[in-house]
T-cell receptor, first 114, second 114 residues
Framework: NAGVMQNPRHLVRRRGQEARLRCSPMKGHSHVYWYRQLPEEGLKFMVYLQKENIIDESGMPKERFSAEFPKEGPSILRIQQVVRGDSAAYFC????????????FGQGTRLTVV | DQQVKQNSPSLSVQEGRISILNCDYTNSMFDYFLWYKKYPAEGPTFLISISSIKDKNEDGRFTVFLNKSAKHLSLHIVPSQPGDSAVYFCAASPIIQGAQKLVFGQGTRLTINP
């Protein structure tokens, strides 16, 4: 049973480009969460999605960031017009049900904006 | 506003001795607390949790203690092993609302010396 798969593991983008981060949850998991870890900080919640629905996006920056979890395929975190401050590790987690705090994390995507 | 604080960025312990990692929180609405372990280039892995109705939870070499009046929790690892070297994150959640409500501390880097 494969774990949470994130790709790419490393992503380099120039300022102004778009970044797309993908997350395939564990088999049987329909709840996906995205977290961001800035250097020397803990993980901060960004968004919580179920299939085709955004449940909680209270941690998402108001502009340039969007997330989706389509009926088929992985969840996508999209960052438009990236800036240097977007450089961070982005982690995806999944759980089988909403009331399960012990979500399983992927290995993360390290985004570097140059 | 750092609601969950791990004031020690790093800790070094001799193999076989006890490792004690500390965590303080400010939000009295937090009711469920977790510890995650993170190796470099990997995602966080759930280690152990405790709800506010308990003051201690033990799982093998790992024990978590909760002092609600002091808003403090700690993770004890005994005996410490070289494979325990990792970054440990404390996380908190109001009741058991799902991973989207997890608030993480900044992490403590534990190094176990042979």
């Amino acid at each position: 049973n494969a774990g949470v798969m994130q790709n790419p593991r490393h992503l380099v983008r120039r300022r102004g480009q778009e970044a797309r981060l993908r997350c395939s949850p564990m088999k049987g998991h329909s709840h996906v969460y995205w977290y961001r870890q800035l250097p020397e900080e803990g993980l901060k919640f960004m968004v919580y999605l179920q299939k085709e629905n955004i449940i909680d996006e209270s941690g998402m920056p108001k502009e340039r960031f969007s997330a989706e979890f389509p009926k088929e395929g992985p969840s996508i975190l999209r960052i438009q017009q990236v800036v240097r401050g977007d450089s961070a590790a982005y982690f995806c987690a999944s759980s089988p049900q909403a009331m399960n705090t012990e979500a399983f994390f992927g290995q993360g995507t390290r985004l570097t904006v140059v | 506003d750092q609601q969950v604080k791990q004031n020690s960025p790093s800790l070094s312990v001799q193999e076989g001795r006890i490792s004690i990692l500390n965590c303080d929180y400010t939000n009295s609405m937090f009711d469920y607390f977790l510890w995650y372990k993170k190796y470099p280039a990997e995602g966080p892995t759930f280690l152990i949790s405790i709800s506010s109705i308990k003051d201690k939870n033990e799982d093998g070499r790992f024990t978590v203690f909760l002092n609600k009046s002091a808003k403090h929790l700690s993770l004890h690892i005994v005996p410490s092993q070289p494979g325990d070297s990792a970054v440990y994150f404390c996380a908190a959640s109001p009741i058991i609302q799902g991973a989207q409500k997890l608030v993480f501390g900044q992490g403590t880097r534990l190094t176990i010396n042979p």
